[in-house]
Nanobody, 122 residues
Framework: VQLQASGGGLVQPGGSLRLSCTAS????????MGWYRQNIGKPREFVAL????????RYADSAKGRFTISRDNSMDTAYLQMNDLKPEDTAVYYC????????????????WGQGTLVTVSS
């Protein structure tokens, strides 16, 4: 499956962004989806995941209460709604697709998008 991430940009602290990850090539509903982020010089870190049905979601502690992951299987797209953004949320955000029902490890993801840059700054 090919993944295309979009929606990044420059936003002020306290602002919001919605990232999208659109899939093509294979049935999107067969995959659980995750969002990870990476800053320069740091390892890629987990942000959120959603199971193939949308029935299960999980968040990093840093994302709880501010970020919401969702998916629209009819549109082959997963989303990450990010509210109350902070400068420490600045990173390149990657979406991944996994055949594992609850993909809790990076190694569970078979496919990755190219990343979209989020910059939170005043």
């Amino acid at each position: 499956v090919q993944l295309q991430a979009s929606g990044g940009g420059l936003v002020q602290p306290g602002g919001s962004l919605r990232l999208s990850c659109t899939a093509s090539g294979r049935p999107f509903s067969s995959y659980s989806m995750g969002w990870y982020r990476q800053n320069i010089g740091k390892p890629r870190e987990f942000v959120a995941l959603i199971s193939w049905s949308g029935g299960t979601t999980r968040y990093a502690d840093s994302a709880k209460g501010r970020f919401t992951i969702s998916r629209d299987n009819s549109m082959d797209t997963a989303y990450l709604q990010m509210n109350d953004l902070k400068p420490e949320d600045t990173a390149v955000y990657y979406c991944g697709a996994s055949e594992v029902v609850i993909p809790t490890r990076q190694s569970h993801y078979e496919f990755w998008g190219q990343g979209t840059l989020v910059t939170v700054s005043s």
